[in-house]
């Protein structure tokens, strides 16, 4: 699992690898951990970041990151699951586009499947629309060969792709618990869109907002999860 910040770990799914008896090694790029072999590992899993997807001068280790997920996913076929970041990472490595949005998206916001997303594996089990955590300012906007759009909102097109069989990538965040959202705001950039977008001094309204809804979140990430592992093969 490529981890890009100590606070942006997988959250609920830590949990639910437990309860299947799935062991995980993070990995903290940021921290110049490097990258070990992918032989042994069955998937990839790939965390968010305050950084972006073209910041490779400044973070010289996004070159070889990118590089290990077009081997996993384009050489090995191995099961990857991207999250906000780990998705504009998905579509970059592969060929596809990122590009910072005129505004960032955040909030508590809605979503909706494509007629591709309605059938597909990792997707089945959720409405058709839905609410979710947003918290981005760069968008895919161009996807990957082999890539198809699952989900959509009205100011970001790509929510979530596939690309391949099973490579997903989901721009809104799943993996949230109830210290998510003040954990994140603690990091300069999050805070700053925060504020910029909701308001100055937004962060207890969003927080109690998003203690609302995680019951509902939780459930789409146990149906995510699962679905992740019966699409890749591992239930």
């Not at 909030?107 to 629309?129: C, F, K, V």
């Not at 998003?210 to 990430?221: G, K, L, T």
Request: proline residues 6%.
């Amino acid at each position: 699992m490529f981890q890009h910040i100590d606070i942006e770990h997988p959250g609920i799914f830590r949990n639910l690898m437990a309860e299947h008896e799935i062991a995980w090694d993070p990995i903290e790029l940021d921290e110049g951990e490097p990258i070990p072999p992918l032989d042994g590992y069955d998937a990839l899993m790939v965390m968010g970041g305050p950084m972006d997807v073209f910041d490779e001068e400044e973070l010289p280790w996004l070159v070889p990151e990118k590089a290990a997920i077009r081997e996993a996913v384009s050489d090995r076929d191995m099961p990857y699951f991207g999250f906000c970041l780990g998705h504009q990472l998905l579509a970059d490595a592969l060929g596809g586009r990122c590009e910072r949005m005129a505004e960032a998206e955040v909030g508590i916001l809605d979503i909706s499947l494509t007629e591709e997303g309605r059938t597909d594996a990792l997707m089945q089990g959720l409405p058709q629309n839905f609410k979710v955590l947003q918290w981005h300012g760069v968008a895919v906007t161009e996807l990957p060969k082999g890539g198809a759009t699952l989900a959509s909102s009205p100011v970001c097109a790509i929510q979530a792709q596939r690309v391949g069989r099973h490579a997903w990538g989901l721009q809104y965040h799943v993996e949230m618990t109830d210290q998510t959202v003040r954990e994140w705001a603690a990091v300069p950039a999050y805070e700053q869109a925060l504020d910029a977008v909701l308001g100055e001094g937004a962060l207890e309204r969003f927080d109690a907002t998003c203690r609302e809804n995680m019951p509902s979140f939780n459930d789409a990430s146990r149906v995510l999860f699962r679905n992740f592992l019966e699409a890749a093969e591992f239930a």
